[in-house]
């Protein structure tokens, strides 16, 4: 199906696991974002790429790595997970640079971390 | 620091009547403005923007107003419907050109019968 698909949607772990959320889009959008959603700070950017290897940083990125080997795929890992980064993350898509365009999101995985 | 504001959390809304959902900014160089909408379980999905040379935009049953000496905005939903129940949030960015996106907190829209 097309669209823009992420895996797991719900993940429980411990403070220091490594943690990778992966992210599929299947519409060939050049941009891809990661995004988490928290109480009382809305959604906040932790990372984007506007193309494969081709990354950078948002709002919010300490603790976070990301990667883009290719166009549709575009993982986030949390390396040493901590209890801060219980969140629900969200990735999106745009086809074109600028934020006129609009961006395509994801479902979300619940991320709690014990 | 939240760069945009969305200070209401909550706003509950008779069917049939208007919603109006508020948020500020407060860099005075944000040019572009959006709305998107989340439904539980769900990603936000976009709604509506408005470009800072102009002061209204509308679409359907919903309008944006942008006051740029105020830095603030507003989203009207006329007349609002229980399937308008979701939760809403502004965005801003620097320029239409501009990649990234900086969200205000939200604002969960219920709409009663």
């Known amino acids: 199906d097309a669209g823009i698909t992420q895996s797991p949607r719900y993940k429980i772990t411990e403070t220091g696991r490594q943690v990778t959320l992966m992210c599929h889009q299947t519409w060939s959008h050049s941009y891809m974002f990661w995004y988490r959603q928290d109480l009382g700070h809305g959604l906040r950017l932790i990372y984007y790429s506007a193309a494969a290897d081709i990354t950078d940083k948002g709002e919010v990125p300490d603790g976070y790595v990301v990667s883009r080997s290719k166009t549709e795929n575009f993982p986030l890992t949390l390396e040493s997970a901590t209890r801060s980064q219980t969140s629900v993350y969200f990735c999106?898509?745009?086809?074109?640079?600028?934020?006129?365009?609009?961006?395509?999101f994801g479902e979300g995985s619940r991320l709690t971390v014990l | 620091d939240q760069q945009v504001k969305q200070n209401s959390p909550s706003l509950s809304v008779q069917e049939g009547r208007i919603s109006i959902l508020n948020c500020d900014y407060t860099n005075s160089m944000f040019d572009y403005f959006l709305w998107y909408k989340k439904y539980p379980a769900e990603g936000p999905t976009f709604l509506i923007s408005?470009?800072?040379?102009?002061d209204k935009n509308e679409d359907g049953r919903f309008t944006v107003f942008l006051n740029k000496s105020a830095k603030h905005l507003s989203l009207h939903i006329v007349p609002s419907q229980p399937g308008d129940s979701a939760v809403y949030f502004c965005a801003a960015a620097l320029s239409f050109n501009t990649d990234k996106l900086i969200f205000g907190t939200g604002t969960r829209l219920q709409v009663f019968p």
């Open positions: 408005i470009s800072s040379i102009k």
């Open positions: 999106a898509s745009r086809s074109s640079g600028g934020a006129g365009g609009e961006l395509f």
